[in-house]
């Protein structure tokens, strides 16, 4: 499946609020992300940003006015709504949420939004009351009806001086939710549990084992699979990564405190993807208060086994559910691998040399190989775990698709 936000067509819309400073951000991300981005100003949002700004960041001249002089920027504008894949209308005030609620088209961003047919990520702003109104309400509901997708605002004190839901959310998070809007939602009514970052194993109060596990590849396959329709539990230890949006988060420390939380799950799961670097052993009794160093130059630690939750995953599978694991290792890929997939039960396996340039934890960028069930293994090139993220839930989606055939024939026979 081909995602995101490189090589589309973006309109931005900026309508005039304290925010507009937050469409410059937005707009840098979305080039950084390869789009293609032209913007569309109101009047009143150049009270607040210059146009040069946008058109030196966007390389294209900002549409600001029905009958401008200009080819580029005049009413030839229209003609962008159909070659748009996407429209992010942010800050949306409470104006234009009206005029799109309610078809009036007097200014060139509403004039544009009536011939738009592309997803739409209206992206509200403003006081809280004006929010919180009822007739501000009452469009954004008509709005969400006729297909916009509605950005929450976000809550606290704002610029006007109220405390409340209003504040537009900060540019990572538009591009998250542009980025849903223009995903296809392939696994819709899939019920997907995903285990990332490592666990802690407690030597006394102030140490601990762990690994350099930073949970981003766990993290991308959440936020992959909620964006293609999922409904999306992430169990995960200690990291420091921001919760992925609309994603159940709970968080563990220790691997038999992700162990009892997982096997919570695992019934209601269709899809089970287990990332977690989990700790192999733990110490056998932590000490209630931190451990002295004292005139020893040695020390002895007595370790543990910890159950195998993929295993047990394995164990506990039933025919309608998908499991997929994941295999760091510093040496023999291919029969470590292999291993594991044949004695925990797994449909599939993704698996990495973490000791290989770009491959390892903490890494923004990871190189795997899928062995398969039947046998078979598909080496992929180094790329982004967002990338990896998809590879890996498109062939999760060719299992589930394969499983239904599968498990329908057995009903037709019954």
Same mark, same amino acid.
């Given at each position: 499946?081909?995602?995101?936000?490189?090589?589309?067509?973006?309109?931005?819309?900026?309508?005039? &609020?304290?925010?507009?400073?937050?469409?410059?951000?937005?707009?840098?991300?979305?080039?950084?992300?390869?789009?293609?981005?032209?913007?569309?100003?109101?009047?009143?949002?150049?009270?607040?940003?210059?146009?040069?700004?946008?058109?030196?960041?966007?390389?294209?001249?900002?549409?600001?006015?029905?009958?401008?002089?200009?080819?580029?920027?005049?009413?030839?504008?229209?003609?962008?709504?159909?070659?748009?894949?996407?429209?992010?209308?942010?800050?949306?005030?409470?104006?234009?949420?009206?005029?799109?609620?309610?078809?009036?088209?007097?200014?060139?961003?509403?004039?544009?939004?009536?011939?738009?047919?592309?997803?739409?990520?209206?992206?509200?702003?403003?006081?809280?009351?004006?929010?919180?109104?009822?007739?501000?309400?009452?469009?954004?509901?008509?709005?969400?009806?006729?297909?916009?997708?509605?950005?929450?605002?976000?809550?606290?004190?704002?610029?006007?001086?109220?405390?409340?839901?209003?504040?537009?959310?900060?540019?990572?998070?538009?591009?998250?939710?542009?980025?849903?809007?223009?995903?296809?939602?392939?696994?819709?009514?899939?019920?997907?549990?995903?285990?990332?970052?490592?666990?802690?194993?407690?030597?006394?109060?102030?140490?601990?084992?762990?690994?350099?596990?930073?949970?981003?590849? &766990?993290?991308?396959?959440?936020?992959?699979?909620?964006?293609?329709?999922?409904?999306?539990?992430?169990?995960?230890?200690?990291?420091?990564?921001?919760?992925?949006?609309?994603?159940?988060?709970?968080?563990?420390?220790?691997?038999?405190?992700?162990?009892?939380?997982?096997?919570?799950?695992?019934?209601?799961?269709?899809?089970?993807?287990?990332?977690?670097?989990?700790?192999?052993?733990?110490?056998?009794?932590?000490?209630?208060?931190?451990?002295?160093?004292?005139?020893?130059?040695?020390?002895?630690?007595?370790?543990?086994?910890?159950?195998?939750?993929?295993?047990?995953? &394995?164990?506990?599978?039933?025919?309608?559910?998908?499991?997929?694991?994941?295999?760091?290792?510093?040496?023999?890929?291919?029969?470590?691998?292999?291993?594991?997939?044949?004695?925990?039960?797994?449909?599939?396996?993704?698996?990495?040399?973490?000791?290989?340039?770009?491959?390892?934890?903490?890494?923004?960028?990871?190189?795997?190989?899928?062995?398969?069930?039947?046998?078979?293994?598909?080496?992929?090139?180094?790329?982004?775990?967002?990338?990896?993220?998809?590879?890996?839930?498109?062939?999760?989606?060719?299992?589930?698709?394969?499983?239904?055939?599968?498990?329908?024939?057995?009903?037709?026979?019954?």
């Amino acid at each position: 499946m081909k995602t995101g936000i490189k090589n589309k067509n973006i309109i931005l819309g900026v309508c005039g &609020g304290i925010a507009a400073y937050k469409s410059v951000e937005l707009l840098r991300l979305l080039k950084k992300q390869g789009a293609d981005v032209r913007v569309i100003m109101t009047k009143n949002a150049l009270e607040f940003v210059g146009p040069m700004t946008f058109e030196a960041l966007s390389g294209h001249a900002v549409c600001k006015d029905l009958f401008a002089d200009t080819d580029d920027a005049s009413i030839k504008h229209i003609e962008w709504a159909s070659a748009a894949d996407a429209v992010v209308i942010a800050p949306a005030t409470a104006n234009i949420i009206g005029k799109c609620a309610n078809g009036i088209a007097d200014d060139a961003l509403s004039t544009f939004m009536l011939a738009v047919t592309s997803p739409v990520l209206l992206c509200p702003s403003m006081n809280t009351n004006m929010y919180l109104s009822r007739p501000v309400q009452k469009n954004l509901e008509t709005l969400a009806s006729y297909g916009y997708v509605i950005a929450e605002p976000g809550a606290g004190e704002l610029a006007c001086g109220t405390s409340g839901p209003g504040r537009l959310p900060d540019p990572p998070e538009i591009l998250d939710r542009l980025t849903g809007c223009l995903t296809p939602k392939d696994l819709k009514d899939k019920k997907i549990l995903i285990t990332a970052g490592p666990t802690r194993e407690a030597i006394d109060p102030v140490r601990f084992i762990s690994n350099p596990s930073s949970g981003k590849m &766990g993290y991308a396959v959440a936020r992959a699979a909620e964006h293609r329709g999922a409904s999306v539990v992430l169990i995960t230890g200690p990291v420091n990564l921001p919760d992925p949006m609309n994603v159940t988060v709970v968080k563990v420390t220790s691997a038999q405190e992700m162990a009892s939380v997982v096997f919570d799950y695992m019934e209601q799961s269709d899809v089970i993807v287990k990332t977690a670097a989990v700790s192999d052993f733990r110490p056998k009794e932590p000490a209630k208060q931190k451990i002295k160093k004292g005139d020893k130059d040695e020390a002895t630690l007595f370790l543990v086994k910890n159950q195998d939750i993929l295993k047990e995953l &394995g164990r506990r599978k039933k025919d309608h559910q998908i499991l997929v694991g994941f295999a760091a290792e510093t040496e023999e890929l291919e029969r470590n691998a292999g291993k594991k997939l044949e004695e925990k039960n797994l449909d599939m396996i993704a698996g990495n040399l973490v000791n290989h340039p770009g491959s390892g934890f903490a890494t923004d960028t990871n190189q795997v190989t899928l062995f398969h069930r039947n046998g078979t293994k598909e080496p992929l090139s180094a790329m982004g775990k967002d990338e990896i993220a998809h590879i890996l839930l498109d062939r999760v989606l060719d299992k589930i698709i394969l499983l239904d055939r599968v498990l329908d024939k057995i009903k037709a026979q019954f």
